[in-house]
């Protein structure tokens, strides 16, 4: 953990000088943890309110604006609803699995908050591997619906895991080799340099085209990666019940919820960081005040959540071939085209840097 | 060369999608169709075509419509309209004519199919857009729809 930010440092400091190492770095590490979790709840609480107002005006309706100013303790309202709830079960479920499952997925997301950067130096988990680690996290979630949708022993659930386990397995692909294309310019997989090397202009500038084919391809594949509508067939409400979760309750239900709004604000961090610059403000103007980068990677990477959303509620849902058709035939075959591109930009020095 | 047009076509089709949904999200808060009901009562008003109640409408000299046929009784699929009838003597004529006496409706059984506003031949009863009709006895769901002191508007009969 390295800490600029002058309150963290002071806290690392005044740990290491009161207790001996060993205890000073636990200390530090739940810490850390705690900020985490918070950082999870109030942002997935947040997204769940943002989807539930946008989604509203998209349908010319109002949303929920009723509890607090509008409407900002309703998901509140609603977690506290569901911690209440009582935990139902299939009888013949897989006990173990059943309750191991909402675990999987929450741990995988807030793994892979960890190693996102919000601003200069406020990083939980600054790897050099970072993005493969991203990536690699990412796909552990998938476990998670699987174990879900299987061990409810219920045939909708399993229905919406394997497609769910399909459709992430398939999207991986695109998602790794759209972000590689962005690692041949910055060189480097660490996210903290990524967002470094930008400061000549943000990768989506620097790499002109095939950068912004490479955009548009993680967007689609990252919104396959999530389970979002249009590719929401894990969950399928129109068809499967509600897929995989169907047997959940309470908060068991909330874990799910939560982490799939996580995730989506994930997938749009990622974008934020390698495409838009992540913590870097537009030209510079704020570069000195190192905390309005939280500001300016928020402002960045609700813009894409907003985009989001906006896929959500405009485009009708896939078909389990169509959703295959377009990761196998289009997706895979212009993103290998568009790496060679990339690495051809590269290797002319065609690259935009101001 | 159809793969790249099929790319081309995809990528335009979902463009306009999101230019029409985009729309929308920027004129929502003028467009919104949701009523926030209890705070608009007052403004609050039904689209015409909204069936809330059978309703008699009654002219100012206290008349109504209903010569009292009860066809609308028989046509009624839940015994909903009840008419009490009464035979009275005619003024003009100076012969017995058939009047109603009580047009009793039971807000609590009728579905709203407004087989009974389709059958009146002279169009006595038509739908009221009251939506409010949630009382705490059911008693009060039974009305009397004609006026007390009400008679039948003249020439409806001919
Ligand atoms: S609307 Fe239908 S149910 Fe109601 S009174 Fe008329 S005929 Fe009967
Ligand atoms: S309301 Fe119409 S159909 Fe019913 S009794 Fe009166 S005139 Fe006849």
Request: charged content about 15%; glycine content about 8%.
């Given at each position: ?17 009161t ?44 949303g ?6 509008q ?181 068991k ?67 389990v ?5 377009l ?7 212009i ?20 | ?50 069936r ?37 003597i ?19 059984m ?27 006895d ?21």
């Amino acid at each position: 953990m390295t800490t600029a930010l002058s309150i963290t440092k002071n806290i690392h400091d005044w740990l290491f000088s009161t207790m001996p190492e060993g205890v000073a770095s636990i200390v530090e590490m739940t810490l850390i943890a705690l900020v985490y979790l918070g950082i999870f709840s109030v942002a997935g609480l947040f997204l769940v309110l943002m989807e539930r107002r946008v989604a509203a005006w998209f349908q010319l309706r109002i949303g929920p604006n009723r509890v607090g100013f509008q409407g900002l303790l309703q998901t509140m309202a609603d977690a506290l609803k569901l911690l209440s709830k009582e935990l139902t079960g299939t009888v013949k479920a897989d006990k173990f699995l059943y309750n191991l499952a909402p675990y999987f997925v929450i741990i995988s997301s807030l793994m892979a908050l960890a190693v996102i950067p919000f601003t200069k130096d406020f990083h939980a988990f600054d790897i050099n591997i970072g993005i493969f680690f991203l990536i690699a996290i990412s796909s552990i979630g998938v476990i998670g619906i699987l174990l879900g949708g299987w061990s409810s022993n219920n045939k909708f659930a399993l229905i919406g895991a394997m497609r769910s386990g399909v459709q992430t397995i398939s999207y991986e692909l695109s998602i790794g080799l759209s972000l590689l294309t962005m690692v041949l310019i910055t060189e480097t997989l660490q996210l903290s340099e990524i967002v470094e090397v930008q400061k000549n202009g943000w990768l989506i500038v620097q790499g002109h085209i095939p950068a912004i084919i490479a955009f548009m391809i993680f967007m689609i594949a990252g919104t396959a990666e999530t389970n979002r509508a249009p590719f929401d067939m894990a969950e399928a409400e129109s068809e499967l019940g509600a897929g995989f979760h169907t047997e959940y309750s309470g908060m068991k239900f909330a874990y799910f919820f939560l982490a799939e709004f996580i995730n989506m604000f994930i997938i749009a961090a990622i974008a934020a960081t390698v495409f838009f610059g992540g913590w870097l403000s537009p030209f510079g103007i704020t570069e000195s005040i190192p905390l309005l980068g939280v500001f300016w990677f928020l402002a960045k990477t609700l813009t894409l959540v907003f985009l989001m959303m906006w896929f959500r509620w405009t485009f009708p849902r896939l078909r389990v071939d169509q959703l295959l058709t377009l990761e196998w035939k289009y997706l895979l075959p212009i993103n290998l085209v568009n790496i060679v591109i990339m690495a051809a930009v590269v290797w002319l020095n065609l690259t935009i840097n101001f | 060369m159809s793969y790249f047009s099929d790319i081309y076509n995809g990528i335009k089709t979902l463009l306009t999608g999101m230019r029409v949904t985009g729309k929308y999200f920027l004129t929502s808060r003028k467009g919104a169709i949701t009523q926030q009901y209890p705070d608009n009562r007052e403004t609050l008003k039904m689209f015409d075509r909204f069936r809330g109640e059978v309703i008699m409408p009654h002219d100012e000299e206290n008349q109504h419509r209903c010569t009292g046929c009860q066809k609308c009784e028989i046509a009624c699929p839940n015994g909903t309209i009840e008419i009490i009838w009464d035979r009275g003597i005619d003024e003009e004529t100076g012969k017995k004519k058939k009047k109603i006496d009580q047009f009793v409706y039971h807000l609590s059984m009728c579905t709203m199919c407004g087989l009974c506003i389709d059958v009146c031949p002279t169009d006595a009863i038509e739908w009221g857009q009251n939506f409010e009709n949630s009382v705490y006895d059911r008693a009060a769901l039974t009305r009397v729809l004609n006026e007390p002191g009400s008679k039948l508007m003249p020439g409806v009969e001919d």
